[in-house]
C-alpha cells in the first residue's frame, strides 16, 4: 500500500501569516491605548477626590474657627478671613500664670458669664 502524498503541505501562506500578524499588531495597540487611557483616567480621578477631601476638612475646619471666633471679618476681595479667637491656653504673661508659671500650655477653665442679668 502506497500512502498518497499531497502536492501542497499543510498550512498558512506567507500573505496569510503577515495579514494575521497586521491585525493582532493592531488589536494590541488599541488595548495597550486604552490601558493607558484609563490608567491616566483613574489617576487623575484619585487626585481629584484627595484635593476634594482637602478642600472639605479645610471648610470644616474654618467652619469651626468661625463659629469659635468673637469677630470674623473678610477682606474685600474675599481672599483672606479674620478670626478673633478666644485664648484657650494659657500663655506666659496671663493673669492665671503670673501666680502660678506651672499653668503656661495647660487649657483654661469655661467660665460662663451672663452680661444680660439673670431673667
Keep these: 500500500m502506497k500512502?498518497?502524498?499531497?502536492?501542497?503541505g499543510?498550512?498558512?501562506?506567507l500573505t496569510e501569516l503577515m495579514i494575521a500578524t497586521e491585525r493582532e499588531a493592531a488589536v494590541l495597540a488599541a488595548i495597550m491605548a486604552s490601558s493607558i487611557a484609563l490608567q491616566k483616567t483613574l489617576n487623575a480621578i484619585d487626585n481629584y477626590l484627595a484635593?476634594?477631601?482637602?478642600q472639605i476638612r479645610i471648610i470644616d475646619y474654618l467652619n469651626r474657627d468661625v463659629k469659635r471666633g468673637f469677630v470674623v471679618t473678610t477682606?474685600?476681595?474675599?481672599?483672606?478671613?479674620t478670626i478673633t479667637m478666644?485664648?484657650?491656653?494659657i500663655q506666659s504673661g496671663d493673669a492665671e500664670a503670673i501666680g502660678n508659671p506651672?499653668?503656661?500650655g495647660t487649657p483654661r477653665t469655661p467660665t460662663i458669664s451672663n452680661s444680660a442679668g439673670d431673667r
Excluded at 10 to 13: A, E, I, L, Q, S
Excluded at 75 to 81: A, I, P, R, T
Excluded at 86 to 89: D, N
Design 86 to 89: 478666644p485664648s484657650y491656653i
Design 51 to 54: 484635593t476634594q477631601m482637602q
Design 102 to 104: 506651672s499653668l503656661v
Design 10 to 13: 499543510r498550512g498558512f501562506t
Design 3 to 8: 500512502l498518497a502524498t499531497l502536492r501542497y
Design 75 to 81: 477682606s474685600v476681595d474675599l481672599q483672606n478671613v
